[in-house]
């Protein structure tokens, strides 16, 4: 994770839905076209999740994970002790030599002007080298409407103001293709849309409390914060109806990117 708002990325929150996380990792990973690899980063590695599945493929290269959460540097240095793990503002970081691969794993959405970010990236790699993007493109998901609809809904309004633009719409596929296409050999743009069977709106409350729910909340004290989530909650049950089971569906759309330099 690379932006948090007024307080640190809790490791915990985001891990408490872990393999339903991991698994659009595991899906952009299997799209990496490389067999061999020397140097790889993972750039907004969060708690470790996704470096692992990174250093699992290539054992024998040079791993590491950078963030801007002290909190999760600290839990992914504690689940992966053998890599290396260093704090740095995405927008801006460099490597100290160009990797052969570039993982970024649900963190670009965070990054203000990311697509200039992403260009920057892709020179950076060494030739042959893979930029590899995964990025929520969930902000029109009723999950996500709900926030802006109760931020606006309620004491906390004015708190609240600047909250719905903590992340910017992602452009469209036919944008990524045009500022990326220049400087790839190969360029591969494709769209997911997961759909995860949670136990109750609860639950969906619960999951995007990690990530999403972050800059609504964050400004908040502890009881506005309650109240919030309570009529954040009520209004998550409006578009979540059971299933036969009980369960609700979550609607994930995704957007992933896979350069070749």
């Known amino acids: 994770m690379i932006r948090a708002t007024t307080s640190d990325w809790n490791a915990a929150q985001y891990l408490k839905f872990e393999d339903e996380r991991t698994r659009p990792a595991r899906d952009l990973l299997a799209a990496v076209p490389l067999t061999g690899v020397h140097n790889a980063v993972d750039l907004g590695c969060g708690p470790g999740n996704s470096t692992e599945l990174v250093a699992a493929r290539w054992p024998d290269a040079i791993v590491s994970g950078v963030d801007s959460s002290p909190a999760m540097i600290e839990a992914a240095r504690a689940r992966l002790p053998k890599l290396t ?43 042959g080298g893979v930029l590899a993007v995964q990025m929520p493109d969930n902000l029109d998901e009723p999950s996500h409407v709900a926030m802006r609809q109760t931020a606006a809904d309620g004491p906390w309004a004015e708190r609240l103001a600047a909250a719905s633009a903590a992340r910017e719409a992602l452009p469209s596929a036919e944008s990524y293709y045009d500022a990326l296409r220049p400087g790839a050999a190969a360029l591969d743009i494709w769209r997911t849309t997961y759909h995860h069977a949670l136990a109750d709106v609860a639950a969906i409350a619960e999951w995007v409390k990690g990530t999403g729910l972050r800059p609504f909340l964050d400004p908040l004290d502890a009881q506005a914060r309650a109240a919030f989530l309570a009529a954040y909650t009520e209004r998550l049950a409006r578009h979540y109806r059971p299933q036969i089971d009980g369960r609700v569906i979550l609607r994930f759309p995704r957007l992933f990117i896979v350069v070749t330099r």
């Open 85 to 127: 793990f260093a704090m740095a503002d995405l927008a801006h970081w460099t490597p100290a030599a160009p990797p052969d691969l570039i993982f970024a794993n649900a963190v670009m959405q965070w990054v203000p002007g990311h697509v200039a970010v992403l260009r920057r990236l892709l020179a950076m790699l060494a030739p």
